[in-house]
């Protein structure tokens, strides 16, 4: 690992350290049991941390992606939304399995396999604002007989469900004149060989640098190219936490 990686897992170790003084939980995925990652999704928007109340899901709904997409084809906030949950899903696997230690099931062959493919998304899921990494079913969980099946054709011990939520928030002065930072949300499901939901847990980032705002006005470009580090923060908690 390099200086960078290697102070981001530093980081990690601290604040999973920290958090984990009010929140016990000894559950521990263990290296000779292997993990399928049944789907990674995230928000497409970047919206204002501080705008995330009670009517978040109106901001973060349909109507507003609707709108997004359509009037946001130059914002690269949306422009690389597909991008930065693909970079996630390929993070997450990789994460664990270098700094974890454990087997990754081959996304190819979830989504090839006989009982993934059998997975039909709840009617619900036409709300789903969200939006998955690539070849994904919009599935969050799967209940437990199909979770049973499913690892016994992977040969796998547990799944997981993986949500980003990405967010811009003020940390100096204001949206007229002051300095702002990305911050990342990751909520990690994971179930058992079965389908017991072994951990809901979740894990937050921001990022060090900081982007200078002016009369609302601010470089998005820069913005996102924050994330990737962030999102990577955000795994290594996860994963010094529960290894």
Not at 50 to 64: A, P, S
Not at 186 to 208: E, L, N, P, R
Request: glycine share 4%; hydrophobic share 40%; charged share 25%.
């Amino acid at each position: 690992l390099n200086m960078k990686k290697l102070n981001i897992v530093f980081l990690a170790i601290f604040t999973t350290i920290f958090l984990s003084s009010c929140i016990s939980n000894n559950f521990a995925i263990k290296a000779n049991e292997p993990v399928a990652i049944l789907s990674v999704r995230g928000t497409l928007n970047v919206p204002w941390l501080e705008e995330r109340d009670d009517d978040y899901k109106d901001l973060d709904g349909m109507i507003t992606n609707s709108i997004n997409k359509i009037f946001g084809k130059n914002n690269p906030e949306i422009q690389t939304a597909q991008d930065r949950i693909n970079y996630a899903d390929e993070q997450f696997a990789y994460l664990l399995e270098t700094n974890m230690g454990i087997t990754v099931v081959p996304k190819d062959k979830i989504i090839n396999s006989k009982q993934y493919k059998a997975i039909t998304p709840s009617i619900f899921t036409f709300s789903d604002t969200k939006i998955y990494a690539d070849n994904y079913k919009k599935i969050d969980e799967i209940g437990s007989q199909k979770t049973k099946l499913l690892l016994r054709e992977l040969n796998a011990k547990s799944t997981i469900f993986v949500t980003f939520t990405f967010n811009k928030k003020v940390v100096e002065g204001s949206k007229l004149k002051g300095q702002i930072t990305a911050s990342v949300t990751m909520d990690v499901d994971v179930y058992d060989c079965k389908g017991h939901q072994k951990i809901m847990d979740t894990f937050t980032a921001d990022s060090s640098q900081l982007v200078e705002i002016l009369k609302t006005n601010y470089d998005k470009d820069a913005l996102v190219e924050l994330f990737p580090e962030i999102i990577d923060l955000v795994i290594n908690q996860f994963i010094v936490k529960y290894m």
